[in-house]
């Protein structure tokens, strides 16, 4: 009962921070060492957890993935113009897709060990929560997702694989990546959630898949509990998000990554946590 409890706690803070630029990669790493198992719940919980919230994804955004999956298969028989925004955009999360695919399958081990130790989340949260501040700051926020080109999905992409690193935040990076480019708001918001299906998914599955059978901190009980608290938390919080930023800053979100980095920096610092 008590691992029950701790996958949907899991899942619940799961739900809550994968679409804000918070990263809940770095809080599921950080809350395993505060819950009774007091151990990391690991790479495959997070990652299978965020079938979940990736499947609110989908259920939120469903009319503008079967258009732009209809598009992009039909423009490879020339039934769509390949020029169709649509078409283009199919394209485009394609292409984005490729440095978080090679970057994950390169650095696999390193994801699922160095990379989860609490110095580097605490780091990656304070310096990239700067870039973020800085990013919103000094984008000119006037790029519409129409303009958007293949040289800046590819930069897009890469900003997206850097959340292999726990505490950069899939949204938070790909956003601010966005934000950098001159994109407005919500046009960055979009495609980052648009770009991170096919990734997460993978992941997701392919972890899924990995673990079958093998020894882990939850069972399949609680990891099946987690994902569905997940993706029930995380379409409410979609809606929030879209909302907010089309009328306010990042900034909260900024003071929010520098406290919880420099919390986590006294907690390490004081020998409260171990790293």
Do not use: C
């Not at 690991?42 to 009319?63: H, K, L, N, S």
């Amino acid at each position: 009962m008590s691992q029950l409890l701790d996958a949907i706690i899991l899942g619940l803070v799961q739900g809550l921070t994968e679409f804000l630029p918070i990263s809940s990669s770095a809080h599921l790493r950080i809350l395993g060492e505060f819950l009774p198992s007091a151990q990391d719940p690991g790479a495959a919980f997070t990652a299978i957890t965020q079938i979940g919230t990736e499947t609110a994804v989908v259920v939120f955004f469903w009319r503008d993935i079967t258009r732009i999956i209809s598009h992009w298969f039909r423009s490879l028989f020339g039934r769509v113009p390949r020029h169709d925004p649509d078409a283009r955009m199919g394209w485009l999360i394609i292409i984005g897709s490729i440095p978080i695919v090679v970057l994950g399958i390169l650095f696999q081990d390193e994801i699922e060990t160095t990379f989860r130790s609490l110095w580097i989340v605490a780091t990656m949260l304070v310096v990239f929560g700067v870039i973020l501040g800085l990013a919103d700051w000094a984008g000119a926020k006037n790029r519409s997702l129409d303009r958007l080109n293949v040289p800046h999905g590819i930069l897009f992409g890469l900003a997206q694989a850097l959340a292999l690193i726990p505490g950069v935040s899939r949204s938070g990076g790909t956003i601010t990546m966005g934000l950098l480019l001159g994109y407005a708001r919500p046009a960055a918001a979009r495609y980052a959630f648009l770009l991170a299906i096919p990734a997460v998914f993978g992941s997701g599955f392919y972890q899924l898949f990995k673990s079958w059978g093998e020894p882990a901190v939850f069972g399949p009980l609680e990891t099946g509990v987690a994902t569905l608290v997940a993706f029930i938390v995380a379409i409410l919080i979609i809606a929030f998000f879209m909302s907010w930023i089309s009328k306010h800053s990042f900034l909260p979100f900024v003071i929010y990554r520098l406290a919880l980095g420099g919390f986590i920096f006294w907690l390490l610092a004081t020998g409260t946590i171990d790293a």
